[in-house]
C-alpha cells in the first residue's frame, strides 16, 4: 500500500522560507516520479515540480528560481525547498506519487500541508 505523507507547511512572511517533506511508503521501487502541486481557495490543483529518481526535476515557471526539488532516496523523502515566497504562493500543497507503467502507472496523493504567506 503506497502512503505518501507531506509535512513542513506554516505561516511565513513575504520573502520568507519553508521547506516541505514528503515521506513516500510502500511501493518506493515502482517510483516513476515525484511531484509537488499545489492549490488555492477556489482554484484548481497545478503542478509546482517534480523529480525522478535519476534526479531529473522539472519546474513551474512560477517557481523557477525560488522553489529547488530534491530527494534522499535513504530516507524515500522528498522535499521542496521554497524561497522568497510570495502571498501568490499560498495553498495547500500536496506531493503526487506516479508509479512506473510496469507497476500498473497509477498515482497516489498525500493528504497535503498548508503554506500560507502573509504580505
Known amino acids: 500500500q503506497v502512503q505518501l505523507m507531506e509535512s513542513g507547511g506554516g505561516s511565513v512572511q513575504a520573502g520568507g522560507s519553508l521547506r516541505l517533506s514528503c515521506v513516500v511508503s510502500?511501493?518506493?521501487?515502482?517510483?516513476?516520479?515525484i511531484a509537488w502541486y499545489r492549490q488555492a481557495p477556489g482554484q484548481e490543483r497545478r503542478f509546482v515540480s517534480h523529480?525522478?529518481?535519476?534526479?531529473?526535476?522539472e519546474y513551474d515557471r512560477s517557481v523557477r528560481g525560488r522553489f529547488t526539488i530534491s530527494q534522499n532516496n535513504a530516507k524515500n523523502t522528498v522535499y521542496l525547498q521554497m524561497n522568497s515566497l510570495k502571498p501568490e504562493d499560498a495553498a495547500m500543497y500536496y506531493c503526487?506519487?506516479?508509479?512506473?507503467?510496469?507497476?500498473?502507472?497509477?498515482?497516489?496523493w498525500g493528504q497535503g500541508t498548508q503554506v500560507t504567506v502573509s504580505s
Open positions: 510502500g511501493g518506493t521501487d515502482c517510483i516513476n516520479a
Open positions: 523529480i525522478r529518481p535519476q534526479g531529473l526535476t
Open positions: 503526487k506519487m506516479t508509479a512506473l507503467r510496469r507497476c500498473g502507472g497509477s498515482e497516489f
